[in-house]
C-alpha cells in the first residue's frame, strides 16, 4: 500500500466550477500535508499546507482534513483554465523529514 | 532570485557516463533535500541533509548515487555508470525545520 493515494484523473470541470481534488494516507503518524501544482515539464509549486482537522482557506483554494478517515482533499472554486494541471498531494510522517507524494491528480478546466 | 536554484536544466547522457547536478537551496533554509519525478509519477524521495549531515537516504537509492552538501549551502547529486532507468527529472528543494519543502525548476536526464 502506498503512502499517498491520489486517483490521478483525468478531472475535467468547466470553467467557473468547483473542483475537487481527494487524498488518502496510510500512516496514521502523518501530522502534516501538502497540495502541490505541477504545471508540465515544470517543477512543483506549494498551493497549500495543512496541520489540523477542519478546513483551510486561501483566495480560491481550500484543503480540508480529516485525520479519522485518513483524508485530505482540496476544493478550487471558480475554477480557471489557468488552472489545468496535475496537483500532488503530499504528507510527512510525525518525526519525518521528508515528504511522501502521491502520483498526482491531472486537472483540466474546460473554457 | 531568491528560489533553489538547479543546474543544468537539461543533461544528455551516454550510458555508462557519470554526471553531476548541482543545488542552490534557498539561502536561510537549512534543509536540502533530493527527489526523482518519472513522468506519471509523484516526486520519489532520494536523500535529505540538514545543514552539512546528510541524514537520510532512500532504501531504493543505488550505490551509484551519491549527493553531498559541503559547506551546508550548495548540494551536488553525482550518478555513476548511468543507466537508462536513470532518466528522470531530478529535483531539488529546500525548506526550514519542519516548514513546506520549495522545489528548484529540476534537471531534466536522458541516459541514451
Known amino acids: 500500500q502506498k503512502e499517498v493515494e491520489q486517483n490521478s484523473g483525468p478531472l475535467s470541470v468547466p470553467e467557473g466550477a468547483i473542483a475537487s481534488l481527494n487524498c488518502t494516507y496510510s500512516?496514521?503518524?502523518?501530522?502534516?500535508f501538502f497540495w502541490y501544482r505541477q504545471y508540465s515539464g515544470k517543477s512543483p509549486e506549494l498551493i497549500m499546507s495543512?496541520?489540523?482537522?477542519g478546513d483551510k482557506e486561501d483566495g480560491r483554494f481550500t484543503a480540508q482534513l480529516n485525520k479519522a478517515s485518513q483524508y485530505v482533499s482540496l476544493l478550487i472554486r471558480d475554477s480557471q483554465p489557468s488552472d489545468s494541471a496535475t496537483y500532488l498531494c503530499a504528507a510527512r510522517q510525525t518525526g519525518a523529514n521528508n515528504l511522501f507524494f502521491g502520483t498526482g491528480t491531472r486537472l483540466t478546466v474546460i473554457p | 532570485d531568491t528560489g533553489v536554484s538547479q543546474d543544468p536544466r537539461h543533461k544528455i547522457t551516454k550510458r555508462g557516463q557519470n554526471v553531476t547536478f548541482r543545488c542552490d537551496p534557498i539561502?536561510?533554509?537549512?534543509?536540502l533535500y533530493w527527489y526523482r519525478q518519472t513522468l506519471g509519477q509523484g516526486p520519489e524521495f532520494l536523500t535529505y541533509f540538514q545543514n552539512e549531515a546528510q541524514l537520510e537516504k532512500s532504501r531504493l537509492l543505488s550505490d551509484r548515487f551519491s549527493a553531498e552538501r559541503p559547506k551546508g549551502s550548495f548540494s551536488t547529486l553525482e550518478i555513476q555508470r548511468t543507466e537508462q532507468g536513470d532518466s528522470a527529472m531530478y529535483l531539488c528543494?529546500?525548506?526550514?525545520?519542519?516548514?513546506?519543502?520549495?522545489f528548484g525548476n529540476g534537471t531534466r536526464l536522458t541516459v541514451t
Open positions: 539561502s536561510e533554509h537549512n534543509r
Open positions: 495543512i496541520y489540523s482537522n
Open positions: 528543494a529546500s525548506s526550514l525545520t519542519d516548514s513546506p519543502l520549495h
Open positions: 500512516d496514521r503518524g502523518s501530522q502534516s
